[in-house]
């Protein structure tokens, strides 16, 4: 199973799955039509993943904007870590949001109600880096 990495559109986010390291991130804005399509690939994997965990499991969501076709998928990535974890492997959830944004950090805190699941909400600088992708 190799890493997942999915550079960003301007409908899509970024996505960086390191398996090795088990730490999971996706952020940008997420608000293509056809969500499913996207993120069809994105789920298959995490499914694999799930299927021989390492012990402790980080995901992070740093997501700016996600509209409601992409909300259902966030839905659907947090049913599979919820499954992760109640199978009794370690997790986290780390919610990022921006100081300003309370829709955001308003649909990290309606998650964290939903799902059996430790979330962690972190405030974040807009600027990000550039190298993204190289980052360890």
């Known amino acids: 199973m190799d890493n997942l990495y999915l550079k960003e559109t301007e409908e899509t986010p970024w996505i960086i799955f390191d398996k090795d390291k088990s730490i999971f991130r996706m952020g940008g804005k997420s608000y293509m039509e056809d969500a499913t399509s996207f993120y069809e690939p994105v789920l298959k ?21 996600v509209n409601t ?12 870590l919820e ?8 997790l986290e959830v780390e919610w990022c949001y921006f100081e300003e944004d309370e829709d ?15 979330f962690v909400f972190k405030q974040i600088d807009r600027q990000r880096p550039d190298n993204l992708f190289e980052i360890d």
């Open 104 to 118: 955001m950090e308003g649909m990290g805190e309606e998650y964290k109600e939903i799902y059996d699941i430790p």
């Open 69 to 80: 076709a992409s909300s259902k998928v966030v839905n659907d990535i947090l049913d599979i």
């Open 83 to 90: 499954d992760l974890y109640l199978g009794s492997s370690g």
């Open 45 to 65: 994997w995490l499914k694999a993943y799930v299927q021989s965990p390492l012990s402790f499991t980080r995901f992070v969501f740093e997501m700016e904007y």
